[in-house]
């Protein structure tokens, strides 16, 4: 059974969204909405303002049961106590991840090509998540890869690792969603999709209810309760 429910991963970004709106508020309005998900993401802020907000939208959604992981920063989610942290290619390796956050942490890994893939394989990680399969209004995506791309790269991971929860990730909006399930996705991951929205609950909820239909379609005994 796979640690982690990968439906749905609402990107709290913090770039993307500003500093007038409460993170906390709009994390929790997307964990009622149904994200399985947290992710806070924050490229460019103190260190301590990071813990700070961590630790707000982790109170925020801590009732809701759904986990928060930070994107790259260890020393974030240590600090802030969070359940666990999604890294890339440049960030902290797998292994010392796994070793300073120790086994109940939830640890996702980007997968970007075949050496990242690999990477994916042989690392101690709960998750992957593909991408970027599109253009995206928040982050700068120089070779997006599209569907086709997604399935080469899930085919060489679940060959290895069947059981392995894998995401989609960039320019996934409602109307991509049941085709990027289509194409292999156990879920989704995404910013815009609910945080530009003007209901990010509602925008969650549908999102959700697209992800579910599509499994529901794909894999009719898979969708969880």
């Known amino acids: 059974m796979p640690k982690v429910d990968y439906r749905l991963n609402a990107i709290v970004d913090f770039d993307a969204i500003g500093p007038d ?23 460019n ?3 301590r303002d990071m813990v700070q907000r961590a630790r707000e939208i982790h109170a925020a959604i801590k009732a809701t049961g759904v986990p928060l992981l930070v994107n790259d920063r260890v020393d974030v989610a240590l600090a802030a106590g969070v359940e666990g ?3 890339g290619r440049e960030d902290m390796a797998v292994a010392d991840v796994r070793r300073l956050l120790g086994t109940n942490a939830i640890i996702g890994l980007t997968v970007k090509n075949e050496a990242d893939a690999q ?81 990010p609950q509602a925008a969650a909820q549908a999102l959700r209810e697209a992800v579910d239909q599509a499994l529901n379609v794909r894999e009719p005994q898979a969708v969880q309760a």
């Open 21 to 43: 709106r409460d993170l906390g508020q709009l994390a929790l309005a997307a964990a009622r909405g149904g994200a399985t998900i947290i992710q806070y993401r924050d490229k």
């Open 45 to 47: 802020s103190p260190t």
């Open 85 to 87: 942290i999604h890294v």
């Open 119 to 199: 990477a994916a394989i042989d690392g101690d990680i709960d998750y992957a998540c593909i991408g970027g399969l599109f253009e995206t209004p928040t982050k700068e995506n120089l070779q997006p890869i599209g569907f086709e791309g997604f399935k080469l790269l899930a085919a060489v991971i679940r060959k290895a690792k069947p059981q392995l929860p894998i995401g989609a990730i960039a320019g996934i909006g409602l109307e991509r969603t049941p085709l990027a399930i289509e194409a292999g996705a156990d879920g989704v991951a995404v910013i815009s999709a609910i945080f530009r929205q003007a209901d």
